[in-house]
């Protein structure tokens, strides 16, 4: 049966290059004219893995802030997880394979995983609105069909709607519809609710500007606010229309760069959001009362959202363990605000979705975000229970009861399978809402610490080790010493290196009291890294 597909693919889609490619952090990423038989092998192996499961699988074609030339493609699980570890291994063997070992491999992976070929398949797929999307997409569908799979095709979806669908069909309905009506209509129905019942919505305004990458989520967010009535404006900008994908726009560009994006004319009193090209990721932005820009980051997002349903969660009376996991790179005000001021636990997990996800899951209610603004809430089975209870249990008091049903809507509000800049847009609309906030009233929550992030090049960034939460380096000797001893020097201060999981370099980042002292702090850390782990080039 291997042979048979791998013969009825390799001569439309035949491995042209020898160059290695790995399943990362977010999938294969690279030019999308290296991507054609990459992406038409995850066909077979979305195939292999949803006979497998007995479920449907996703295949996400994308590559989300990348540059327009670029292009990508992720696996999503039954529950719209991602992919699990094991089988980036996998992945990673399929794509690089030549085209006459290809059946053996496929073979052996069916042989290993005890696969019965016998189970039917189902792929659910779509991609973001990169010209190479389409014809990607097209062999993804061959390698699909190649393996007599049946293939469910969306076509442009933001990334967060295809894992929704996911779990969708995989649950018989229970999480929501799988259609994009169906997806909308949750989100929307939960919004309302949430929000026409405020009175008192003090300097809040319900009108905001999206600068939406020029990207998928353009489209999609247009569909979606014909559902919300008059209760939201969303003013939608950097659609696609004229703009180039990711170009001097999206949540990378303003998140990096620190200023608004092309496409937005910032004035006072604007309230303002970013998503990434797939929408998974979404920062808010604004000119301050000091007439400055000022992000509102993944940090203050997280902030938002534990802060809301820590007194929820208080306010049922309920017992539910409420976490926060962020990443060695959130601001150090912020996990001291989360921790004095809120009172909700944070952990610390190591970069990428992937880790922060599986971290979320320990708790009743997992938050997690990263500082670039990919994030969202979990709910474990008994937590959700109990809340669904406890919003119809007749012995609680009435404001209990109350609690609970709204705890309720807003489970409905969030995408839980992953980030969602369209589902956390609305969920951080509630809490402004409902706090009366306007953006300089969230902004003056906590002063940020200033901080700066730079680069090393060294000869090989693998020889960087760090413990499972990044902030210590176990390797090379001597170089976490270093820091150290560096990190003395200033006060309130913190410094931590890191390989990039997405570029050969390795990440320096530094915070302090003052702009001056992160930037001399994250000098000379270079300096460190660069004598100590084998830069190259010229001496930071
Ligand atoms: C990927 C990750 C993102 C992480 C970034 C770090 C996903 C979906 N994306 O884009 O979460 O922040 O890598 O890049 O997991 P770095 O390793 O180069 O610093
Ligand atoms: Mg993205």
Known sequence: MTEEAVRQITPYFPRKSDKFIQYGTAGFR???????????????????????????????????HNPEDDNGVKLVDPLGEMLEISWEKLATNIANVSDDKLSEVLSSIIEQEKIDMAVPATVICARDTRPSSVSLSEALQRGIQALNGECIDFGLLTTPQLHYMVRCKNTNGAYGKCTENGYNAKLAVSFVKLQNPVTDKGKYTSELTVDCANGVGANKVKELIKFLGDSLTVNVCNDGSTGKLNYMCGADYVKVNQCSPNGINLTPGMKCASYDGDADRIVYFFMGADNKFHLMDGDRIATLVAGYLKNLVKETGLTLNLGLVQTAYANGSSTKYITDKLQV?????????????AMAVGFDIGVYFEANGHGTVIFSDTAEAKIREAGKNESLTEAQRKAAETLCTSIDLINQTVGDAISDMLLVEVILCKQGYDMQAWFECYSDLPNRQLKVKVKDRTVIKTTADETQATSPDGLQSAIDELVKKYNSARSFVRPSGTEDIVRVYAEADTQEAADSLANEVCKVVYDIAGGIGERP
Not at 33 to 48: E, F, K, N, Q, T
Not at 347 to 355: D, L, M, P, R, Y
Request: include cysteine; charge should be positive; glycine fraction near 8%.
């Open 345 to 357: 636990p944070v952990a610390c997990a190591a970069t990428g979705v992937k880790h922060l996800h």
């Open 30 to 64: 690279t030019k999308g004219s290296d991507l054609p038989h990459v992406i038409c092998r995850m066909g077979l192996l979305a195939v292999l893995r949803s006979k497998l499961k007995k479920a449907c699988i996703g295949v996400m074609i994308t590559a989300s």
